[in-house]
């Protein structure tokens, strides 16, 4: 069973940084490239950030390149998203999941918990 465990959310002021992690089983984790998404009720969900199964290439939403950086580690099957300089609009609740094309707000398995950042003085 394919299961994601998204941690490391917080309340953090404006300008301040984080780091989330994100824990995935039950599929060949090696093989996949991964992302991270955001979700609100305003927006709906939207793909954050992107790194191939062999972390060679990653690619970023234009709202979020140059503060946030996706990373993983294939012997801890888990993947990471720095993020600095955080901003009121990255509140959200974020997760991660394997999409099915590069660029795609489509994954091939069921969401996770996810993990709530709220940006906020």
């Known amino acids: 069973q394919v299961h994601f465990a998204e941690s490391g959310g917080d309340l953090v002021q404006p300008g301040g940084s984080l780091t989330l992690s994100c824990a995935a089983s039950?599929?060949?984790?090696?093989?996949?490239?991964m992302a991270w998404y955001r979700q609100t009720s305003l927006k709906g969900r939207e793909l954050v950030a992107h790194?191939?199964?062999?972390?060679?290439?990653?690619t970023y939403a234009g709202s979020v390149k140059g503060r946030f950086t996706i990373s993983r580690d294939d012997a801890k099957n888990t993947i990471y998203l720095q993020m600095n300089d955080l901003k009121p609009e990255d509140t959200a609740v974020y997760f991660c999941?394997?999409?099915?094309?590069?660029?795609?707000?489509?994954?091939?398995?069921?969401w996770g918990q996810g993990t709530q950042v709220t940006v906020s003085l």
């Open positions: 999941n394997v999409p099915q094309n590069t660029w795609s707000t489509l994954v091939w398995y069921s």
């Open positions: 039950g599929f060949l984790f090696s093989n996949s490239a």
């Open positions: 790194i191939r199964s062999d972390a060679s290439g990653t």
